[in-house]
């Protein structure tokens, strides 16, 4: 759409029109950038071109870094579009959760982090004895920090604290979790015909909760940046191995 393409052209909110944004000295930046992008891969062994590509992803996603990841999304003009609106709409940068373990806040690097929220990769804590972490794991504990504090609003006649520890560390351990919570509730209520209406209601509230939660706890773009960074290096490869005739 022409809202869309704006946005688009005018990402950086500049006055250029459309006709001066490709120059040959824009365009000798671009085959420097990509250049250099490819003189990396060639050192690289299958490992570490991962791990490089993750690395720029990373700085992209949190430092909004004019890197390859970004000229790889940008490539993608809609998607580019609808990411960007969805990240201005955001209330709060989902990833700030994943650079603590859950089970003793010990800092997670940011490399590390960035494969939990994105690539789904289970990751070791530095911290010795402490537990193997995981996207659901991460998920959990902000969705326990969130609900003690209120930030998800209330459940009608629940007013107790939820606990996270190593045996709510997936989504149906922490589900059957909180059904069991609901009944302890209930059941310490006075018991009438009403109660088993009262837990429906209370799983209810709960269930609408944690779908929210999980839904915003979802990768920040639309595009997977790691596996189109792989698919955009084989047309670099292709230009770059020419690069002086460029």
């Given amino acids: 759409s022409t809202n869309k393409s704006s946005y688009f052209l ?13 120059t040959v000295p824009s365009i000798l930046t671009h085959l420097n950038e990509i250049n250099n992008v ?8 299958s490992n570490q071109l991962y ?37 201005e709409s ?3 940068r989902v990833i700030n959760w994943f650079f603590n373990c859950p089970y003793c806040t010990t800092n997670i690097p940011v490399v590390d982090a960035f494969k939990l ?15 193997a972490i995981s ?8 969705f326990v920090h969130n609900f003690n504090n209120g930030n998800y609003g209330t459940v009608d006649g629940f007013s107790s604290r939820l606990v996270f520890d190593e045996s709510v560390s997936s989504w149906n351990k922490f589900i059957s979790y909180v059904v069991e919570q609901v009944k302890s509730t209930v059941m310490a209520g006075e018991e ?9 209601a209370m799983k209810n509230q709960f269930q609408g909760m944690m779908t929210r939660a999980r839904k915003s706890f979802l990768p920040p773009f639309s ?18 191995s020419n690069y002086d005739y460029w």
């Fill in 192 to 200: 009438d015909k009403t109660a088993k209406s009262k837990a429906v």
């Fill in 10 to 22: 005018h990402e950086n909110k500049t006055n250029m029109s459309s006709e001066n944004l490709v």
């Fill in 135 to 142: 996207h659901e794991t991460i998920a959990i504990y902000a």
């Fill in 117 to 131: 929220y994105t690539q789904g990769k289970y990751i070791a804590c530095a911290r010795t004895g402490c537990k």
């Fill in 223 to 240: 595009l997977d940046l790691i596996k189109s960074m792989y698919i955009q290096l084989d047309f670099v490869k292709k230009v770059c």
């Fill in 90 to 92: 955001e209330s709060e």
């Fill in 51 to 87: 791990e490089y590509f993750i690395g720029l992803a990373a700085q992209y996603t949190m430092q909004d870094e004019n890197n390859f990841a970004k000229i790889v999304h940008l490539l993608h003009p809609v998607k580019y579009f609808n990411d960007m609106q969805k990240r």
């Fill in 38 to 45: 490819y003189v990396n891969a060639l050192k690289m062994d």
